[in-house]
T-cell receptor
Framework: EPEVTQTPSHQVTQMGQEVILRCVPI?????FYWYRQILGQKVEFLVS????????KSEIFDDQFSVERPDGSNFTLKIRSTKLEDSAMYFC????????????FGPGTRLTVL | SQQGEEDPQALSIQEGENATMNCSYK?????LQWYRQNSGRGLVHLIL?????REKHSGRLRVTLDTSKKSSSLLITASRAADTASYFC??????????FGAGTTVTVRA
């Protein structure tokens, strides 16, 4: 299966700064997801994205978060004003034509908010 | 919540032994997926079992699913040191997201 890649692998930022996490390259897949994993905790669903629209979002995905696919390939997660508690691993995942298909995860971006 | 919950939380075995971990969930699912995560790394998909399936095999992995009990098990046979990792079950209720459990940490001693 084609791999999901994410950039950067590690991002360090100051509290209050904006960060953009990228999932590249993506092609021929309809469903995309962002998840996060705070150190030592469960993987948590953030948002699903289908046909260039948000399908579902969790309570974590508040107004500070946004997703887009600006150029038809990159899939980005933006955090407008980071908080200390946003420090986590952020995973992008892709899925095939059916929502019943396997979700393949990228290697993750480790976000550290200071 | 229909999150999967794994049992045990941690498992330590000798190389060559089998490792079994269980996952329970709360609501109806479309499928259940097992993932492996090495420390600080990404999630590697292991196997997907659909709600109408009872057992699947992939190499040294065997997954069972009992929808009447809302539970699944993952068996790793003839374990190797490289199997040392955390293992997660994730349930898909066909609602565009996976719900993960807390994971089982497996340590395989040489």
């Amino acid at each position: 299966e084609p791999e999901v890649t994410q950039t950067p692998s590690h991002q360090v930022t100051q509290m209050g700064q904006e960060v953009i996490l990228r999932c590249v390259p993506i092609s021929n897949h309809l469903y995309f997801y962002w998840y996060r994993q705070i150190l030592g905790q469960k993987v948590e669903f953030l948002v699903s994205f289908y046909n260039n629209e948000i399908s579902e979002k969790s309570e974590i995905f508040d107004d500070q978060f946004s997703v887009e696919r600006p150029d038809g390939s990159n899939f980005t997660l933006k955090i407008r004003s980071t908080k200390l508690e946003d420090s986590a691993m952020y995973f992008c995942a892709r899925q095939g034509a059916s929502s019943a298909d396997t979700q393949y995860f990228g290697p993750g971006t480790r976000l550290t908010v200071l | 919540s229909q999150q999967g919950e794994e049992d045990p939380q941690a498992l330590s075995i000798q190389e060559g032994e089998n490792a079994t971990m269980n996952c329970s969930y709360k609501t109806s699912i479309n499928n259940l997926q097992w993932y492996r995560q090495n420390s600080g790394r990404g999630l590697v998909h292991l196997i997907l079992i659909r709600s109408n399936e009872r057992e699947k095999h992939s190499g040294r992995l065997r997954v069972t699913l009992d929808t009447s009990k809302k539970s699944s098990s993952l068996l790793i046979t003839a374990s190797r040191a490289a199997d040392t990792a955390s293992y997660f079950c994730a349930t898909d209720a066909n609602d565009y997201k996976l719900s993960f459990g807390a994971g089982t940490t497996v340590t395989v001693r040489a």
